[in-house]
């Protein structure tokens, strides 16, 4: 599937090769738009009752985990244009939770979650603002076309 020059399949499940800017925010735009999606289907089974919350229950799962293995193929993608490597996702992802967890767990909770936060900004930063390497690297060639 095609919308605006970029091929969404390939964007969504695939973690090799490089991307821009433009289609990581593409790929967060998607993800918007499928958590509408399953907001507006809840308000419509919410009506059958019990057999539509179960049914969206099974739905939102299973449409969560393929939005969170996509957004790891996007996220590594996106790490790749900046010559980085994908594990840096791990870095990004995880560490915000594990310090706000041990921060609320030894008393010292504003400054774990001040740290948690800078991590968050750093993410924001790196993965959806700084522009990538300039020309062919090892992950690949540049996505943004070349002058002339």
């Known amino acids: 599937m095609v919308v605006g020059g970029v091929d969404l399949v390939e964007l969504l499940t695939t973690y090799q090769g490089r991307i821009n800017r433009a289609r990581y925010w593409i790929a967060v735009l998607c993800f918007v738009c499928v958590a509408i999606a399953l907001a507006i289907l809840g308000f419509i089974l919410a ?5 539509g919350g179960i049914l969206l229950i099974v739905i939102s799962v299973v449409v969560y985990i393929a939005m969170i293995i ?5 996220g590594i993608k996106r790490l790749h244009d900046r010559e980085k490597s994908g594990w840096w996702l791990l870095l990004f992802m995880l560490a915000p939770s594990v310090l706000m967890a041990l921060g609320h767990m030894i008393g010292l909770g504003i400054v ?11 993410a924001f930063v790196e993965l959806g603002c700084l522009r990538g390497t300039v ?3 090892p992950y690949g060639a540049d996505p943004l076309p070349g002058p002339g």
């Open 135 to 137: 020309g062919p690297n």
């Open 112 to 122: 774990f979650s001040l740290a948690a936060f800078a991590i968050s900004i750093w």
């Open 47 to 51: 009506i059958l009752g019990s057999v």
């Open 70 to 74: 996509a957004g790891i193929f996007v």
